[in-house]
């Protein structure tokens, strides 16, 4: 079992940067993969990035490669989500979620997720 919880998220303008974490319980946190989502109101859950359990592989939507870097500690049991020059069309809910097979984008394929971190830019 692994519990996460987000943090991070706040307000920002555009163009600004915020860096998201997520800490896990558990001892077996370098074991999962790791992948961030979000969910706009009205929207469906999307898949932001991903990164394998050791950190050796990434994996990044289109909307948000080039901007967004995905990271994991093991030894801090943290996966992070530094988000720079950031748009309006980012702002929503960011989750982070745990699983077992690498770099999917597909959140039914994640078995552990948190509670989720606002995000919010202003134009």
């Known amino acids: 079992q692994v519990q996460l919880v987000e943090s991070g998220g706040g307000l920002v303008q555009a163009g600004g940067s915020l860096r998201l974490s997520c800490a896990a319980s558990?001892?077996?946190?370098?074991?999962?993969?790791m992948g961030w989502f979000r969910q706009a109101p009205g929207k469906e859950r999307e898949f932001v990035a991903a990164?394998?359990?050791?950190?050796?592989?990434?994996y990044y939507a289109d909307s948000v490669k080039g901007r967004f870097t995905i990271s994991r500690d093991n030894a801090k049991n943290t996966v992070y989500l530094q988000m720079n020059s950031l748009k309006p069309e980012d702002t929503a809910v960011y989750y982070c979620?745990?699983?077992?097979?690498?770099?999917?984008?597909?959140?039914?394929?994640?078995?552990?997720w948190g509670q989720g971190t606002q995000v919010t830019v202003s134009s």
């Open positions: 979620a745990a699983g077992p097979i690498e770099g999917r984008s597909w959140y039914g394929e994640y078995d552990y």
């Open positions: 558990g001892r077996t946190f370098s074991s999962y993969a």
């Open positions: 990164i394998s359990w050791s950190g050796g592989s990434t």
